[in-house]
């Protein structure tokens, strides 16, 4: 303040100083030149400058970042206080009168690390008093259509449309829909959506107790006290020897959270479980619990109804503070599909791709060199449905780019390994591609229907099957001729079977040092199959999974899958 008073005063009376001549000094010269690339490099430059030529400001600024000492993740989780979306806070044990959101166990030797949750802002607060109803038509006022009449596919003007009337159509035709409820989007929903799943779910558990069903051997018969529950007491174990700068970081959850029209289709399959915990109103309610309580950036939701996306889930999501998107599953019968959230806080959606696996798989039949008849049956042979739904992620913070992929791959009861291994092929294709190469960091997070000893599993972190898995395949004679001759999918589709993605990383061997033990229980499963990669960014920590033994869904677990959730810095 006082230089700028001084500066103020000079400036009514001309300086009488002589001014000095510059002198050329080789050796600062030297230091202004080392400290040019310094500033380029951090990017601490004035990007309005011709030329993007660093100031004499963002010199000092370089200067100044430069000299700091490195701080490492394990050092910034030491820091106090810590906000969400910019680091990490070690926490112990909450007291038992604490909220359920932040409860955590004491786990000897592993570290526990939470994230720490942040309050509502005042905007947040202010609307959670108001209760609008949205109307379908409502709905439909504010659905964008180019010229044609069709959805357009840029990301201001994709749309969120009403269950009601544009689903039905969506099913009826069999066409692939992509919703996306960004920042952009003006709609608004009601504000006590979560006061009303909370009923709903309390009227489920009202049911139960009048049925007299009995839960299986060895659960209880209602539902522990929040510090018990073991849906909410998963120790997080982080990596203790992290050596990276601290950037961006982001926490990431993928969750299979079972359809509901595939809990209808096969009712007769979960009779171990009562009517009330596995109608969707339990269910939902206490998947959506869940997400709260692992307060993740990104959100990857598998086998997500229709219905209960556009109903319960999305405003549930958006009062939580999480923007999304959803793609539907085309052609199965089976109205459901993936969905991915993010934290508007923290991210900005860049972009967002959506495909089928039968889709590419169709565009390297094409290029192929084989007879129509041989194409015709690969054709039919690949048609399997399944999707990939990625997002690019800006960092506000940091402005840094993260591509997320959220994928479910088809459920062959692993009869059909060269199916499941050349779809977890595209997947890395098209997470390589969308990364710029491995440029951009990527996670990719799902529910892969492909065990670790499967030969999809291999091809992912290395990207060609080794001698093992490529004799496995070549015994899968799956593509039949009409004279009888058999042909294996790998020996005629070789393209499908390698992909150029390198650096491959599963988060939960890089912590734990194995995978789950299992991640999903039912009638048909029992196995571990989801999964989540990475590439170019560094796994921190990973959130334990349940020692399962007993069928789900059930009172405890809402789905028939474990959620994964791992946090990473890039």
């Known amino acids: 303040m006082p230089r700028k008073k001084a500066a103020s005063e000079a400036g009514s009376e001309p300086s009488t100083q002589p001014v000095k001549k510059f002198k050329p000094n080789p050796e600062e010269n030297s230091k202004m030149e080392s ?84 309050l509502p802002s005042s905007k947040e607060s202010a609307s959670r008093k108001r209760k609008v109803k949205i109307s379908p038509k409502s709905i439909e006022k504010r659905t964008k259509l180019n010229p044609t009449g069709s ?86 174990v982080k990596l203790h020897k992290v050596d990276i700068e601290v950037g961006a970081s982001v926490s990431v959850m993928t969750y299979n959270i079972l359809a509901d029209c595939h809990l209808q289709t096969h009712s007769s399959q979960y009779s171990y479980t009562s009517d009330a915990h596995l109608s969707l109103d339990y269910r939902g309610y206490r998947i959506i619990e869940e997400i709260k309580h692992l307060d993740c950036d990104v959100v990857c939701l598998q086998e997500v109804d229709d219905f209960f996306y556009e109903k319960s889930l999305r405003p549930a999501m958006k009062m939580l503070g999480y923007e999304g998107v959803f793609y539907r599953r085309k052609g199965d019968g089976y109205a459901e599909g993936a969905s991915t959230f993010y934290r508007s806080s923290t991210y900005t959606l860049d ?105 999809g599993y291999q091809l992912a972190l290395e990207g060609y099957l080794n001698d093992a898995s490529l004799k496995t395949l070549q015994q899968l004679r799956t593509v039949t001729y009409a004279d009888g001759t058999e042909r294996a999918l790998v020996d005629l589709l ?41 590439n170019n960014v560094q796994p921190v920590s990973v959130t334990q999974t349940n020692s399962i033994c007993h069928e789900m869904p059930n009172i405890i677990f809402p789905s028939d899958h474990l959620s994964l959730q791992a946090t990473y810095a890039f």
């Open 35 to 118: 400290s040019t690339r310094r500033s380029l490099r951090t990017r601490s430059y004035d990007e309005n400058n011709v030329g993007n030529q660093p100031t004499a400001q963002s010199k000092k600024v370089a200067e100044a970042a430069i000299n700091q000492p490195r701080r490492t993740v394990l050092q910034a989780a030491e820091a106090k206080p810590a906000t969400r979306g910019s680091g990490f806070v070690v926490k112990t044990p909450s007291p038992k009168n604490s909220c359920p959101l932040e409860l955590s166990v004491q786990v000897t030797p592993c570290d526990i690390l939470e994230r720490q949750p942040a």
């Open 351 to 455: 972009s967002q791709h959506a495909c089928s696996y039968a889709q590419l798989a169709d565009q390297d039949i094409d290029k192929s060199e084989h007879s129509e008849e041989t194409k015709q049956l690969l054709r039919q042979h690949v048609n399997k449905e399944a999707v990939l739904l990625t997002c690019k992620l800006r960092h506000k913070r940091t402005d840094k780019l993260v591509v997320i992929g959220n994928t479910h791959l088809t459920w062959t009861k692993f009869t059909a390994l060269d199916i499941s291994c050349m779809q977890m092929c595209y997947a890395f294709k098209e997470m390589d591609r969308l990364s710029e190469h491995g440029e951009i960091p990527m996670v990719l997070a799902g529910d892969f229907n492909t065990r670790n000893t499967d030969p």
């Open 151 to 236: 959805p357009t596919s840029s990301l201001e003007e994709f749309q969120t449309i009403s269950y009601s009337k544009k689903h039905s159509e969506d099913m009826s035709s069999g066409e692939n829909s992509v919703h996306s409820t960004d920042a952009t989007h003006t709609d608004v929903v009601d504000a006590n959506v979560l006061d009303n799943l909370k009923t709903k779910y309390e009227a489920a558990i009202s049911q139960h107790r009048v049925s007299g069903h009995s839960s299986l051997a060895g659960l209880p018969e209602q539902l522990p006290a929040l510090n018990a529950d073991p849906l909410f007491t998963r120790p997080v």
């Open 494 to 534: 070789w393209c499908a079977f390698q992909h150029p993605a390198r650096n491959i990383a599963s988060s939960y061997f890089t912590i734990m040092g194995k995978e789950p033990a299992k991640t999903s229980i039912n009638f048909v499963m029992n196995s571990a199959v989801d999964y989540m990669w990475s």
